[in-house]
């Protein structure tokens, strides 16, 4: 009998704790961080309890006990209004924290209310599900910041989850916005680029006449003197005449050159960098600037040259690819050198090309190009002997010059996955530096040896060593 009543005490004194669990109460809107509706069961007095509450939202506060006054420690935050003596309705005004206090007749306390305000982000959290299918990201407000957390399908969708956030945060001005981004990308990409950068020089210089150093004639202590044009483009074949007598002098040289020339440039870089991350490299080497300083110092200043090659790889939907490509072949050049006390610093010859375009893996597509053709014809004469018939020819020279250049840079890139070591092959592979006796009677600098295991024997069939018709 005893135990009976003993179980029976028992069951409705967790009957009571379930009821007055159900009263304290879970919003009425459980799955979403702001709730609609809480209730506070009589007799709860100092305890406090937390209340997140949207910028601009209200929730209404049910009481188990009457409420006749109510207070705010910061009315800029929140604000609360006493509808009846049982409903209190909170209103958000801007982010930040404050204190809830529900006073009842004589002013004992009911309840106490720790506020959070907060920008309302299921708004925001339903447009990135819509716009963004495929995703599970999770939207959260920190210290007015908007926090991105969760999975999404490609680094593009994660770009657009990030847009839609700063144009949501910011009504439109995403340099305003605060968006932390925690997304995680479920398959990244890795994009292998290959640029390649051709450039064919052609150049043809002809020279012909003769050119007069000088002509002199002079009596006594007065002469008449003419200095001819010496400057030449390149180094020219030349046959040198001369007549003196007396105070006449005449000296000349007859020049005579045809020069082509034929110059190509080919440069290949390749790198590989995962979708949405930057990668750049650079073979070549740094030539030291002399730069002027205050108190007559000089520093020295260091610039690259060589083959370098930038770029950042966004994988698309639909396995397209979007680059932002930079790619240059620089190399130093007596061209446009210049002399400072007696030390010549070098130019550079430059063929650069920063783009963006989007093109399939496996694509290619001319990022630049350039064609230029340059000539100079110039003729230099004596004057008033150049003129006389027949002679005149002998008092001319005419210098030719031309120059063409096509330069095409093309770009190329892959999606791909990663290999094993055994398929991959080394510049340097199979390759050992020759022996003495190699290098001395067959001239050899390097020796290739087989690695591999030789290849299984077996017997030829048809003819072998003649040519069989």
Same mark, same amino acid.
């Given at each position: 009998?005893?135990?009976? /009543?003993?179980?029976?005490?028992?069951?409705?004194?967790?009957?009571?704790?379930?009821?007055?669990?159900?009263?304290?109460?879970?919003?009425? %809107?459980?799955?979403?961080?702001?709730?609609?509706?809480?209730?506070?069961?009589?007799?709860?007095?100092?305890?406090? &309890?937390?209340?997140?509450?949207?910028?601009?939202?209200?929730?209404?506060? $049910?009481?188990?006990? /009457?409420?006749?006054?109510?207070?705010? @420690? %910061?009315?800029?935050?929140?604000?609360?209004?006493?509808?009846?003596?049982?409903?209190?309705?909170?209103?958000?005004?801007?982010?930040?924290?404050?204190?809830?206090?529900?006073?009842?007749?004589?002013?004992?306390?009911?309840? @106490?209310?720790?506020?959070?305000?907060?920008?309302?982000?299921?708004?925001?959290?339903?447009?990135?599900?819509?716009?963004?299918?495929?995703?599970?990201?999770?939207?959260?407000?920190?210290?007015?910041?908007?926090?991105?957390?969760?999975?999404?399908?490609?680094?593009?969708?994660?770009? +657009?989850?990030? $847009?839609?956030?700063?144009?949501?945060?910011?009504?439109? %001005?995403?340099?305003?916005?605060?968006?932390?981004?925690?997304?995680?990308?479920?398959?990244?990409?890795?994009?292998?680029?290959?640029?390649?950068?051709?450039?064919?020089?052609?150049?043809?210089?002809?020279?012909?006449?003769?050119?007069? %150093?000088?002509?002199?004639?002079?009596?006594? &202590?007065?002469? !008449?003197?003419?200095?001819?044009?010496?400057?030449?483009?390149?180094?020219?074949?030349? /046959?040198?005449?001369?007549?003196? +007598?007396?105070?006449?002098?005449?000296?000349?040289?007859?020049?005579?050159?045809?020069? #082509?020339?034929?110059?190509?440039?080919?440069?290949?870089?390749?790198?590989?960098?995962?979708?949405?991350?930057?990668? @750049? =490299?650079?073979?070549?080497?740094?030539?030291?600037?002399?730069?002027?300083?205050?108190?007559?110092?000089?520093?020295?200043?260091? +610039?690259?040259?060589?083959?370098?090659? #930038?770029?950042?790889?966004?994988? *698309? @939907?639909?396995?397209?690819?979007?680059?932002?490509?930079?790619? $240059?072949?620089?190399?130093?050049?007596?061209?446009?050198?210049?002399?400072?006390?007696?030390?010549?610093?070098?130019?550079?010859?430059?063929?650069?090309?920063?783009?963006?375009? $989007?093109?399939?893996?496996?694509?290619?597509?001319?990022?630049?190009?350039?064609?230029?053709?340059?000539?100079?014809?110039?003729?230099?004469?004596?004057?008033?002997?150049?003129?006389?018939?027949?002679?005149?020819?002998?008092?001319?020279?005419?210098?030719?010059?031309?120059?063409?250049?096509?330069?095409?840079?093309?770009?190329?890139?892959?999606?791909?996955?990663?290999?094993?070591?055994?398929? *991959? /092959?080394?510049?340097?592979?199979?390759?050992?530096?020759?022996?003495?006796?190699?290098? !001395? =009677?067959? #001239?050899? *600098?390097?020796?290739?040896?087989?690695?591999?295991?030789?290849?299984?024997?077996?017997?030829?069939?048809?003819?072998?060593?003649?040519?069989?018709?």
């Amino acid at each position: 009998m005893v135990r009976g /009543a003993l179980l029976k005490g028992l069951l409705v004194a967790l009957g009571l704790a379930m009821a007055g669990l159900i009263a304290t109460g879970a919003p009425a %809107d459980a799955g979403n961080a702001f709730p609609k509706k809480v209730r506070i069961a009589a007799g709860q007095g100092t305890m406090a &309890a937390p209340l997140s509450v949207g910028i601009g939202r209200s929730v209404v506060v $049910e009481t188990g006990d /009457a409420v006749a006054d109510v207070m705010v @420690s %910061d009315p800029t935050i929140a604000d609360a209004v006493v509808r009846t003596p049982h409903r209190v309705f909170v209103l958000g005004v801007k982010a930040g924290q404050a204190n809830l206090f529900l006073f009842g007749a004589g002013g004992r306390q009911i309840a @106490s209310l720790d506020l959070t305000v907060a920008q309302d982000t299921s708004e925001l959290n339903n447009l990135i599900t819509r716009l963004v299918p495929g995703s599970n990201v999770h939207v959260e407000v920190a210290n007015n910041a908007i926090i991105l957390s969760g999975t999404v399908l490609t680094p593009l969708d994660s770009q +657009k989850a990030i $847009e839609i956030a700063k144009g949501y945060s910011g009504s439109g %001005d995403g340099d305003k916005s605060n968006v932390i981004n925690m997304l995680n990308v479920m398959g990244k990409e890795q994009v292998f680029l290959k640029v390649t950068i051709a450039e064919v020089e052609r150049t043809l210089v002809k020279r012909l006449g003769i050119n007069f %150093d000088s002509v002199s004639i002079g009596t006594g &202590a007065y002469s !008449l003197g003419y200095t001819g044009f010496n400057s030449t483009l390149l180094d020219t074949a030349e /046959a040198s005449l001369g007549f003196s +007598k007396g105070s006449t002098s005449i000296q000349a040289k007859l020049q005579a050159l045809q020069e #082509d020339g034929v110059v190509r440039t080919l440069a290949e870089p390749t790198l590989t960098a995962i979708s949405g991350e930057n990668a @750049s =490299f650079l073979v070549g080497g740094e030539y030291p600037i002399p730069v002027a300083q205050d108190n007559n110092k000089i520093s020295i200043e260091f +610039k690259p040259f060589g083959v370098g090659l #930038d770029f950042t790889p966004i994988v *698309l @939907s639909g396995g397209r690819i979007s680059l932002r490509v930079k790619t $240059e072949v620089s190399e130093l050049t007596s061209d446009g050198s210049i002399d400072i006390s007696g030390l010549t610093i070098q130019a550079l010859k430059v063929r650069r090309a920063e783009s963006t375009v $989007e093109l399939p893996s496996g694509g290619a597509l001319v990022m630049a190009g350039l064609l230029r053709d340059n000539f100079e014809d110039t003729l230099k004469s004596v004057p008033g002997l150049a003129k006389l018939p027949i002679l005149g020819a002998l008092f001319k020279s005419r210098d030719y010059q031309r120059n063409q250049t096509e330069l095409v840079v093309f770009v190329t890139p892959y999606i791909v996955k990663p290999t094993s070591p055994a398929k *991959l /092959a080394r510049p340097d592979k199979n390759l050992a530096p020759a022996s003495d006796a190699e290098s !001395l =009677f067959f #001239d050899r *600098l390097n020796r290739v040896y087989r690695a591999d295991p030789a290849a299984p024997t077996g017997s030829y069939q048809g003819q072998v060593g003649f040519i069989y018709e």
